[in-house]
């Protein structure tokens, strides 16, 4: 998903386009939210942000966390050296969907800081067995 996405910004630089994660399968659930979350940070980054200019960069790691009674995906979004962020003057469909969409259908944390140097997002989601949503 993430290469998929991403793969058109790399510009054969290993520093462009960072991706740092194990192999990963997401149930449905997961994927088509946080499908939809890629491609608008993505969207976002290449008409605003980072990969908007030749020296801007986006470094997204994630990872799997374990405990006795779950396993959680965590998800970060860097980006840098590209032009200073501002907060925006309003909420578009994008922030809604990383900031209500996520946590109401994947039951995921998320955190989007609009830090100057670049925006963060960061998500944990927990990974499911089964299907959230019933099939139809």
């Known amino acids: 998903m993430l290469r998929t996405e991403l793969e058109p910004y790399e510009d054969g630089s290993e520093e462009r386009v960072v991706l ?12 088509v939210p946080t499908g939809m979350a890629i491609h608008e ?8 942000g980072a990969l908007s200019t030749p020296s801007g960069r986006v470094e997204v790691i994630w990872d799997v966390e374990r405990d006795d009674i779950r396993c959680m995906l965590c998800l970060e979004w860097v980006e ?19 900031e209500r969409v996520l946590p109401a259908q994947c039951h995921a944390e998320v955190a989007l ?16 067995k ?4 019933p099939p139809y």
């Open 20 to 31: 740092t994660g194990p192999p990963l399968e997401l149930s449905a659930d997961l994927a």
């Open 41 to 48: 940070l993505t969207t976002n980054a290449a008409t605003h």
């Open 80 to 98: 840098r050296d590209g032009p200073p962020v501002e907060l925006p003057s309003r909420k578009g469909f994008g922030s809604t969907l990383l």
């Open 113 to 128: 800081r609009f830090d100057p140097a670049g925006l963060r997002f960061r998500m944990r989601a927990p990974l499911i």
């Open 130 to 133: 089964q299907r959230l949503v």
